[in-house]
C-alpha cells in the first residue's frame, strides 16, 4: 500500500548546518496494516513520517500510496500535503483551542475539494465522535479537554475524513502512563477495526511492540532492522536493536564452532563455553557479543537438566510486586535476572544460572 | 500575614529571640518608594488639573476653567483629530510593515534573513529624534536630499514630498517604530505551535484557509493587542510631532502640552487637562492590552513542543520578497545614517554633489568635542541611566519577590502600582513631576534629582517585568532550603534569589540603562542649564540650527549605542539570558 524507497531527507538547524535525518530509508506497508518506526530521538523518523505527510520535502526518493506517487524526486513529482488526503495525529494533538469538539472535527470535511451538505458533515462527524467515544462531549470547548479526550479528538478529525493512510507522530507521549497504557488499547482496537493503513511513530518501545503488525527500528537515520515485534525483541540482528528494545545482557565472547543443530554456535565467555543462537554465518575465533533478555536468564536453587548451567551467587536482589529483579555474580560479572517472586534466594547465597540457545543471541562485535 | 514565607517560619525561634528584622525593613521601605514614586505624579497631575497656578500673590484655586478652555475651543476638537489620524495611521502603517516581515522571516524561506536580526536592535540603537532629524535632512521640500536628487534628475518641477505634513509624520513615526510591530508578532507566530497550522494542511485546507481559519483567529488577541500597543506608543510620541508638526501648525496632545509650557506665562493648568486626556486613552489602551495578553495565554497553554516549522516555499517571489526587505532596510537604517554621516561632514548643512564632496571637512566633530556642555550631558546622562537602572532593578526585584513569592494580602495592589507608569507617556510624566516639586519644594527642583526620579518612574515597569519573568522560574523549595541550611531572609535574598535573579536582572538593567541614554519626552521639561542629557543636547543643537554639529552628535551617539548594545548581547548570551 505505501512504499518509501530509497529516502534521504536534511534540514538546516538553528544555526543554519545542515542536518541529515533519514538515510536511505526503504520500506512497505501492507494495506489495513500499522508499521511502527521506533528509534530515540533525532533518529529520523519525525521526519520520514513528516516526509510522507508531506510537509517535509525530502532531498530524493520516492514515495507512493496504492497506484499514487505523492513524491519522487527522479519524476520530480511533489504533491502537496493538503492534496494527499492522509489523518495525521500530532505530539502535541494540534487542536484548534478557537474551535470546539464539533468544529474541530468537522474542518477537514469543510476545506477539502469534496463539497459535503451541512447533514452529510453532521452525520460524518458525529459518526466518528461516537468511534472515539466523544459524542456527549460535542459542544464543549477544545480546551476544556482533558490529555486523554484531546488525545481522542486528534485521532477523530484526523479520521473523518477517511483517509487512505494515518499518520500517528507518538501520540501518547504527552499522557500519563495509567491513561497511556488504556489508550493503547483503544488505539489498536480501532485501528484494527477500521483496518487503516497506519504509520506509527514512537520513542516508546512498549508501545510498539504492543500496536505493531510490523516495527522499523531506526538509530542516526538508517532502519536498523524491519520485523515482526517478536522478532525484533527475540531476535535482534544489531546491538543497538537489542539494547534499544527492551532490556539485556550483554557478553562477550569468542566462536569456537557450530553447535549441535543448524544456526547454532559455541561461544567461549569469562565464565565458559555457551551454546547459542545466531543469524550470521560465524566462523571460529570471530568476536560475538551475546545479547540474553533478564526473562530469560533461569535461576533455580537445584541444578537444572541440560547445557549451558552455571553456579552463580546472588549479588543483589529488588522485589517488585509481579517479579523480583536479581543481579546474581557469575565468573567476573554482574548478570540480571527476573524471576518469579516465589524465589527467595538470600543475598549472598549460591543459586544456578540457566541459559537456553534458543534465547542468547550472539551478535557480531562492531 | 506570615504563612507565606516559610523563611521566617523556618527561623521562628532565632527571629524571636532577634525582636527586630530588617526584612521588613527593607520590605517596607521598597513599598513605600514604589507608592510614592507611581502614585505621587497621578494625584498631583489631577489636581492641578482642577486648579489655578499658584502665584507669589495669590493661591490656588478650585476652578473647571483648565477642562472648559481645553474643551471648550474647536481647537481641542482639532487637536483630538489630528492625534487620532496621526496615531491611527502610524500604528496601522507600523503595523502593516512588522507583520509582513515578521510573517517573512518565521513562515516562508526568503533569502538574506540574517539582517532580520538588525532589526530588533534599530529601535535601541537609532534614538527617535536621530530618526526624525535624518527623515527631515532626506524628506524635507527644501533641503531633503531625496527630493532634491529627484528634482536633479527626473526634472521634477515640485518636491517628491514633503515630510512637513500628516503623512510624513505617518511615514516617519511608522517606520520608526515598525521594528516593534516586527518583534511583537515575531513572539506571537512562535507563541504559536506550528502543529496547529500543520494539521489544518494535512485536513486538506489549501495555503489561504489556513491562513485564514486558523493563523489569523488563533493570533487575534495577538494582533489587537500589538495594534493597541502601537497606538498607545504613537499617540505618546513626541519627536515627529514636535520636529515635524509643530513647524507647520499640525498639533497633537503631545505637542500641545510641550507648547503650553513653554508658552509665556505658562499655562500648566491647560498642559495638566491635555496631559489627563492624553492619560485616559492611553490607559485604556494599556488596560485592554493587558486584557487581551491574558486572553491569548488561553490559547497559548495548549501548545506542546513543536517541531520547527515548516517554511513556505515562495518559489521565485522570495526575490522579490527580498527586494521588498532590502528597500526597507535602506529607508530605516542605511539612508537615515548615511545622511547623518554625510551632513556630519560638512562645514555647512549642503545636498551631496561633486563639490560639496571637495569641502568634506571634520570641523563639526572638533566643534562637538569642545562644545561645553557635551562632556557634561554625557556625564549626566551617564549617571542617571547607571543610577537608575540600578535602583530600579534592586527595588523592583524585593517588589516581585513580594508578589510572586508571598501571599501578602494586597500584593497585587503592589504589582498595579509598580507597573502604573506604563500608562504615563513620557511627557505627561515628565509634566506630573514637575508640578509636584514646584509646589512642593524640597528643593530637587532644577536639579539632577528630579530627573533621577522621573526616569526611575518610567522605567520601573521594565524592570518589574524583567525581574518577574526571572522570578517566576525560581522554585519555591530553593529559597525553603537554604532557610532550613539557616540562612536568615536577608541572607537568602543576597545568596540564593539575586544570583539566581541574575539572567533577568542583568537584562533589565542593560534595557533600562539604553533606554534610559535615549529619553527625551520626561527630560525636556525637567532638565535646566546644567543638568542637560545628551538627548537635550541634540534637541537644542536642532533649535539653534546646527544640523551640521548635529549630526557629528548624532553619528557618534549611534555608533556608542550600537556598542553598547553589542555589549548588552555579548553579555546576556554570556548570562543565558533569552530576549
Redesign the interface.
Known amino acids: 500500500m505505501l512504499k518509501v524507497a530509497g529516502l534521504f531527507t536534511e534540514?538546516p538547524n538553528e544555526r543554519g548546518q545542515i542536518v541529515r535525518a533519514a538515510q536511505d530509508v526503504t520500506f512497505e506497508v501492507p494495506e489495513g496494516k500499522l508499521f511502527t518506526l521506533l528509534g530515540p530521538s533525532g533518529c529520523g523518523k519525525?521526519t520520514t513520517l513528516?516526509s510522507i505527510?508531506g510537509?517535509?520535502?525530502p532531498r530524493a526518493g520516492e514515495i507512493s500510496v496504492g497506484d499514487r506517487v505523492v513524491y519522487s524526486s527522479t519524476r520530480n513529482v511533489f504533491v502537496?500535503?493538503?492534496?494527499?488526503?492522509?489523518?495525521?495525529v500530532?505530539?502535541?494533538?494540534?487542536?484548534?483551542?478557537?474551535m470546539n469538539v464539533f468544529q474541530n472535527t468537522a474542518?477537514?470535511l469543510q476545506?477539502?475539494?469534496r463539497r459535503f451538505s451541512a447533514q452529510e458533515i453532521r452525520d460524518k462527524v458525529l459518526r466518528v465522535l461516537r468511534a472515539v467515544q466523544l459524542e456527549e462531549l460535542a459542544d464543549r470547548e477544545?480546551?476544556k479537554l482533558s490529555g486523554g479526550q484531546q488525545q481522542r479528538l486528534?485521532l477523530a478529525?484526523?479520521l473523518v475524513?477517511e483517509p487512505q493512510l494515518l499518520?500517528l507522530d507518538e501520540p501518547l507521549s504527552?499522557l500519563d502512563a495509567k491513561l497511556r497504557e488504556r489508550m493503547r488499547f483503544e488505539l489498536k482496537r480501532l485501528q484494527r477495526e477500521l483496518r487503516i493503513t497506519t504509520v506509527y511513530v514512537t520513542h516508546d518501545q512498549s508501545e510498539a511492540l504492543a500496536l505493531s503488525h510490523s516495527i522499523a527500528v531506526m538509530n542516526e537515520g538508517h532502519i536498523q532492522q524491519i520485523g515482526a515485534p517478536r522478532e525484533i525483541y527475540e531476535r535482534p540482528r544489531s546491538q543497538f536493536v537489542a539494547d534499544f528494545v527492551g532490556t539485556t545482557n550483554f557478553l562477550d565472547g569468542s566462536v569456537l564452532g557450530r553447535g549441535a543443530e543448524p544456526g547454532h554456535f559455541r561461544v567461549r565467555t569469562e565464565f565458559g563455553e555457551v551454546e547459542v543462537l545466531s543469524d550470521d554465518d560465524l566462523r571460529g575465533s570471530d568476536r560475538v557479543v551475546l545479547s540474553v533478555r533478564p526473562e530469560d536468564v533461569e535461576l533455580a536453587e537445584t541444578r537444572p537438566e541440560g547445557d549451558n548451567v552455571w553456579e552463580a551467587r546472588v549479588d543483589q536482589k529488588v522485589f517488585l510486586g509481579e517479579f523480583i529483579d536479581f543481579q546474581v555474580k557469575l565468573g567476573g560479572r554482574i548478570l540480571l535476572a527476573r524471576s518469579h517472586p516465589s524465589l527467595r534466594t538470600p543475598v549472598g547465597d549460591a543459586l544456578y544460572v540457566k541459559l537456553h540457545p534458543e534465547k542468547c543471541v550472539a551478535l557480531k562485535a562492531a | 500575614m506570615q504563612a507565606g514565607n516559610p523563611a521566617m517560619n523556618a527561623a521562628a525561634p532565632f527571629a524571636l529571640r532577634r525582636s527586630f528584622d530588617w526584612k521588613w525593613v527593607v520590605i517596607g521601605l521598597c513599598v513605600v518608594f514604589t507608592i510614592y514614586i507611581a502614585v505621587v505624579p497621578l494625584a498631583f497631575l489631577l489636581w492641578q488639573s482642577f486648579f489655578t497656578p499658584q502665584t507669589a500673590s495669590k493661591a490656588a484655586e478650585f476652578t473647571l476653567g483648565n477642562y472648559t478652555s481645553a474643551y471648550g475651543s474647536s481647537e481641542t476638537l482639532r487637536l483630538f483629530w489630528n492625534s487620532v489620524q496621526f496615531a491611527l495611521g502610524a500604528s496601522l502603517f507600523a503595523f502593516v510593515l512588522g507583520t509582513a516581515l515578521a510573517w517573512m522571516n518565521e513562515r516562508t524561506n526568503t533569502p538574506f534573513k540574517t539582517l532580520f536580526f538588525a532589526l530588533s536592535i534599530i529601535p535601541l540603537i537609532i534614538p527617535g529624534i536621530l530618526f526624525t532629524v535624518a527623515w527631515i535632512l532626506l524628506g524635507s521640500p527644501k533641503i531633503g536630499i531625496i527630493n532634491l536628487a529627484l528634482q536633479n534628475w527626473i526634472g521634477l518641477e515640485k518636491p517628491l514630498f514633503n515630510v512637513y505634513s500628516l503623512w510624513g509624520m505617518i511615514w516617519v513615526d511608522g517606520l520608526h517604530y515598525s521594528p516593534m510591530a516586527f518583534l511583537l508578532m515575531t513572539a506571537a507566530f512562535r507563541a504559536m505551535d506550528p502543529a496547529l497550522e500543520e494539521s489544518a494542511t494535512m485536513s486538506g485546507a489549501n495555503i489561504f484557509q489556513v491562513a485564514y481559519r486558523v493563523t489569523l483567529k488563533l493570533t487575534w488577541p495577538a494582533i489587537l493587542a500589538t495594534l493597541l500597543m502601537l497606538f498607545v506608543r504613537a499617540i505618546e510620541s513626541f519627536e515627529v510631532p514636535a520636529l515635524l508638526g509643530l513647524p507647520v501648525g499640525i498639533h497633537v496632545f503631545t505637542s500641545a502640552i510641550y507648547q503650553a509650557v513653554h508658552r509665556y506665562p505658562s499655562q500648566i493648568g491647560l498642559a495638566s487637562a491635555y496631559g489627563m486626556t492624553l492619560l485616559l486613552i492611553t490607559t485604556v489602551g494599556v488596560y485592554f492590552v493587558s486584557r487581551l495578553s491574558s486572553r491569548g495565554s488561553k490559547y497559548a497553554t495548549m501548545t506542546g513542543k513543536g517541531f520547527r516549522p515548516r517554511r513556505i516555499d515562495l518559489g521565485p517571489w522570495r526575490w522579490f520578497a527580498a527586494a521588498i526587505f532590502i528597500i526597507y532596510f535602506l529607508l530605516i537604517v542605511v539612508l537615515p545614517f548615511a545622511v547623518l554621516l554625510w551632513s556630519s561632514f560638512q562645514r555647512f548643512y549642503s545636498v551631496p554633489s561633486w563639490q560639496a564632496l571637495n569641502n568634506l571637512t571634520l570641523d563639526p566633530y572638533r566643534f562637538i568635542f569642545t562644545y561645553p556642555n557635551l562632556a557634561r550631558s554625557v556625564w549626566n546622562t551617564l549617571i542617571l541611566s547607571f543610577g537608575s537602572a540600578t535602583v530600579i532593578m534592586l527595588v523592583t526585584s524585593v517588589i516581585c519577590w513580594i508578589v510572586v513569592k508571598t501571599k501578602l494580602p494586597g500584593r497585587w495592589l503592589l504589582d498595579n502600582f509598580a507597573s502604573l507608569p506604563m500608562v504615563f507617556p513620557g511627557l505627561v510624566l515628565g509634566l506630573s513631576i514637575m508640578i509636584f516639586y514646584l509646589n512642593f519644594d524640597i528643593g530637587i527642583y532644577g536639579t539632577i534629582w528630579i530627573m533621577f526620579i522621573a526616569y526611575i518612574t518610567r522605567f520601573m515597569p521594565y524592570g518589574l517585568r524583567y525581574n518577574t519573568t526571572s522570578m517566576l522560574q525560581i522554585h519555591k523549595e530553593l529559597e525553603e532550603s537554604a532557610a532550613m541550611s539557616g540562612a536568615s531572609w536577608g541572607t537568602t535574598f543576597r545568596r540564593v534569589i539575586l544570583p539566581l535573579l541574575k539572567p533577568g536582572l542583568v537584562a533589565g538593567w542593560i534595557y533600562v540603562m539604553i533606554v534610559s541614554i535615549r529619553e527625551l519626552s520626561s527630560s525636556i521639561l525637567l532638565y535646566s542649564p546644567g543638568t542637560e542629557v545628551l538627548s537635550i543636547t541634540i534637541w537644542e543643537l536642532w533649535e539653534n540650527g546646527q544640523y551640521v554639529e548635529l549630526s557629528a552628535l548624532g553619528v557618534l551617539f549611534i555608533l556608542a549605542l550600537f556598542v553598547l548594545v553589542m555589549v548588552a548581547q555579548w553579555l546576556g548570551k554570556k548570562f543565558g539570558v533569552k530576549e
Do not use: C
Open positions: 534540514y519525525t513528516r505527510a510537509l517535509e520535502r502537496a500535503p493538503n492534496r494527499r488526503g492522509f489523518g495525521m500530532f505530539q502535541s494533538y494540534a487542536i484548534w483551542p478557537h474542518f477537514p476545506v477539502g475539494d477544545a480546551t486528534a478529525r484526523a475524513m499518520l504527552n
